[in-house]
């Protein structure tokens, strides 16, 4: 039996604006998409809760792999998030949360997800996180959020996927597993509109910034690494680049995105702000393809511009802690 908590056609689906054609970084990570994706089909606007973006730092090895604080998400949607112990097998709690109305986020394998055709499935065991909306265990469907969209699985991936066939490797951990507790009447008092609401986590998160300039101590990693990325592989850029420019360019892009939402609902002084953080996101953009230029023909890379990005993210930064610090 179909257990289904939102009736969503896959063939029907739309996706949400951040993941629309005109979008400069067409995904940002597999948690950020797919809470983006989940929040759109609950009818709820993710927007609204982006201030988080603006804490991303440069960490040493990696930028911030940034993600939705639950304590911002339970502000304006009352929305739970709530770690599920596997006791039981994968399919089971699946099955029984959805059941609950409580969609489920799940580390799978990209490897059987037919979604990602041209990049892990059937060629690569990749990492990713689904929220599963749908199941049917007996014949093997499944309906989930996962990148840029909602999908539907059946037959033997959805097997492999869910690990419906026989006892898995004990030597194989299970996966980490979460899910929602929709709980909106709990923030029923709190009649304000939800971009006031937002301002608020906005000012909470900006407390959280960094203290000084990320982008000075990622140039100084960056020319370290530089040596030895030279003479590595585009499957070594992929990785590198993953974990630094499309990480911090993805997510200044969605910094842009949620400012121009504040000022569609009101918001005045922002527009240094709107233009320092979209040209910090296509700089980045520009200076992933010459990095990949400069590693195949091993010649050297101009890093001034990462100076640049520095300005702008002063110049962003400045402008908001002068508005709601």
């Known amino acids: 039996?179909?257990?289904?908590?939102?009736?969503?056609?896959?063939?029907?689906?739309?996706?949400?604006?951040?993941?629309?054609?005109?979008?400069?970084?067409?995904?940002?990570?597999?948690?950020?998409?797919?809470?983006?994706?989940?929040?759109?089909?609950?009818?709820?606007?993710p927007i609204a809760a982006l201030p988080?973006?603006?804490?991303?730092?440069?960490?040493?090895?990696?930028?911030?792999?940034?993600?939705?604080?639950?304590?911002?998400?339970?502000?304006?949607?009352?929305?739970?998030?709530?770690?599920?112990?596997p006791w039981l097998s994968f399919a089971t709690h699946v099955e029984e949360?959805?059941?609950?109305?409580?969609?489920?986020?799940?580390?799978?394998?990209?490897?059987?997800?037919?979604?990602?055709?041209?990049?892990?499935?059937q060629t690569e065991h990749v990492k990713t996180t689904i929220a599963v909306n749908a199941v049917d265990i007996e014949n093997a469907r499944l309906g989930y959020f996962h990148g840029q969209g909602y999908y539907e699985?059946?037959?033997?991936?959805?097997?492999?996927?869910?690990?419906?066939?026989g006892i898995p490797n004990p030597r194989v951990l299970p996966p980490y597993i979460e899910y929602l507790k929709l709980r909106?009447?709990?923030?029923?008092?709190?009649?304000?509109?939800?971009?006031?609401?937002?301002?608020?986590?906005?000012?909470?998160?900006?407390?959280?910034?960094?203290s000084d300039n990320p982008f000075t101590r990622f140039k100084e990693r960056f020319e370290a690494d530089l040596d030895w990325l030279m003479a590595e592989s585009i499957e070594t850029f992929h990785k590198y680049s993953f974990a630094t420019l499309r990480q911090y360019g993805a997510?200044?892009?969605?910094?842009?995105?949620?400012?121009?939402?504040l000022?569609?609902?009101?918001?005045?002084?922002?527009?240094?702000?709107?233009?320092?953080?979209?040209?910090?996101?296509?700089?980045?953009?520009?200076?992933?393809?010459?990095?990949?230029?400069?590693?195949a023909r091993k010649r050297a890379l101009d890093t001034s511009t990462i100076n640049t990005m520095g300005e702008h993210w002063e110049q962003g930064m400045q402008t908001l802690r002068q508005k709601y610090a």
Not at 153 to 165: H, K, S, T, Y
């Open 184 to 210: 909106p009447q709990l923030i029923e008092t709190d009649r304000r509109p939800l971009p006031q609401k937002s301002v608020e986590v906005l000012r909470r998160n900006l407390a959280l910034t960094p």
């Open 263 to 295: 000022e569609r609902h009101g918001e005045t002084g922002l527009n240094g702000a709107v233009e320092a953080f979209g040209s910090l996101s296509t700089t980045a953009k520009a200076f992933q393809f010459q990095l990949a230029r400069a590693m």
């Open 52 to 85: 988080f973006t603006l804490c991303i730092d440069f960490e040493g090895d990696q930028w911030t792999f940034f993600k939705f604080p639950h304590q911002d998400l339970f502000t304006l949607f009352g929305i739970e998030i709530q770690e599920l112990n």
């Open 153 to 165: 699985l059946d037959g033997e991936n959805c097997r492999e996927l869910l690990q419906l066939d």
């Open 251 to 261: 997510c200044f892009e969605l910094v842009e995105t949620y400012l121009r939402w």
């Open 97 to 121: 949360q959805v059941s609950l109305g409580r969609p489920v986020l799940v580390e799978v394998d990209s490897y059987f997800l037919p979604d990602t055709a041209g990049t892990a499935y």
């Open 1 to 45: 039996m179909l257990k289904q908590i939102l009736p969503i056609d896959a063939s029907r689906y739309q996706n949400h604006a951040i993941h629309g054609a005109d979008r400069c970084w067409a995904e940002t990570n597999c948690y950020v998409d797919v809470m983006v994706e989940l929040l759109h089909g609950l009818e709820l606007e």
